[in-house]
């Protein structure tokens, strides 16, 4: 446990200190979504229509973005390497760095989604059903993007491949998260798709941290 | 007492050997120095013994028993040091090392002070490691052996990148390891003065490229 927390508290001082990636990737959740009355049109029952399905794509592509820095820097510098050698197994290292890398990129966007949703003129009913979506559904992104991350760590070019590997695996959770908000818009309970959405959660949790790790030593070879 | 052995060990990268049948004893106080030219496999020996690398071949065994069956309580034995020194520069110096110290279950408050102070780095703990030198950023690596209480020490080229003082420094704390029962196994270009040191020249283990290719092609 202690070298859990030791890992957290590291990849968060650093987050603070470079500060950089958080605001990137919000940046870049808030620019894709503008770009979306600007390219369909300002007309208020269009854009509510497509509310719910744009911030939920745009929140993918954003965490997408700031995977490919998760363990890319710990491995170019030989941190990572250490890590793979000290006492804690290499499972615990993947779910500090995945905690802290949710708490770094995945919460902003959290934060940031309501006040994109009035922009696009989402209906009030679907917010807290958003933000609720986003919850579950962030973290298992990053958990499954952790799994990518490790496997095109040290190739050329890992970006791309990173992208290609990943967004398929990202689509149930954008199904049932879209579901959830347009069932609350709609006036249908929402518990089916939540459910659904906390099991890829739990899944995630319990399966990703074995792979990420299966690819990390393989990586480090 | 305890003792680390390889037994024929064979070692390949992607599929191209790099050396067959090399045996190695480091007992308890003992230091193995690796010699050898470039890419006879130093380095990857090294990296077998810290367990990062799976031997193609042959057997890693710990009072005689095989490593590979416990990977947890051999990870908790050892302090590897490779050529990248792991050193972040957005944190100091002393936040650095904090950090390997409460991974390896050290306290930090107590064990950071005297490991930079070994090492002659005190006086820049609360400088940003963005700042340090590149043999600076060594010391502060080599000063991760002085936190744990690994027995198992795997040094690869520790001496690149340091003056002679601290090479001597070097030394004194390699022999102040190996006096309390700790061993290390070392690979040098450079003459680290270790006492009753074992030297393991892999030049004789290596497999030619020649012969690997009429190996291959005779399978």
Known sequence: MTGFRAILERDLRLALRQG?????VVMFFVIAVVLFPLGVGPEPNTLARIAPGVLWVAALLSVLLSLERLFHNDFEDGSLELMALSPPSLEIV?????LAHWLVTGLPLIIAAPVLA??????????????????????????????????????RRGGVLLALLILPLFIPVLIFGVGAVEAAIGGFPARAPLLLLGAIFAATLALCPWGAAAGLRQALE | MDQFKGASLDCLRSTRPVF????????????????????????????????????????????????????????????Y?????????????????????????????????PALDALAIGHL?????????????????????????????????????????????????????????????????????LK?????????????????????TAA
């Not at chain 2, 069956?69 to 302090?79: F, K, S």
């Not at chain 2, 009753?196 to 020249?201: E, H, I, Q, W």
Request: proline share 5%; hydrophobic share 50%.
């Open chain 1, 20 to 24: 950089m990636d958080s605001v990137m």
């Open chain 1, 94 to 98: 993947v779910l500090a760095k995945v």
């Open chain 1, 118 to 155: 009035i922009l696009m003129n989402m209906p009030a009913d679907g917010f807290a059903l958003l933000i609720l979506a986003l919850l579950l559904g962030t973290p298992a992104l990053s958990l499954i993007g952790a799994v990518g991350a490790a496997l095109v760590l040290g190739s």
């Open chain 2, 20 to 79: 067959r049948g090399l045996d190695f004893d480091l007992p308890a106080g003992g230091a193995l120095v690796l010699t050898g030219p470039n890419g006879s496999g130093k380095s990857s020996l090294l990296r077998l013994m810290a367990g990062l690398l799976p031997p193609a071949g042959g057997m890693l065994t710990w009072n005689g028993e095989p490593v590979a069956e416990d990977p947890d309580a051999h990870r908790a034995r050892l302090a």
């Open chain 2, 81 to 113: 040091l490779g050529h990248l020194d792991a050193v972040k520069p957005a944190l100091t110096a002393a936040e650095n090392l904090a950090f390997w110290a409460q991974l390896e279950g050290a306290d930090p408050a107590t064990a950071v002070g």
């Open chain 2, 125 to 193: 703990a609360d400088l940003p490691a963005r700042f340090l030198s590149a043999g600076q950023k060594r010391r502060l690596n080599l000063a991760r052996l002085g936190l744990g209480k690994a027995v198992l020490w795997l040094l690869d080229e520790p001496a690149t990148a340091l003056d002679v003082e601290t090479i001597g420094r070097l030394c004194d704390l390699i022999q102040r390891h190996r006096d309390g029962g700790g061993m290390v196994a070392v690979s040098t270009h450079s003459d680290l003065d």
């Open chain 2, 196 to 216: 009753d040191a074992v030297n393991l020249d892999l030049g004789q283990y290596t497999v030619s490229a020649a012969r690997a290719a009429a190996e291959e």
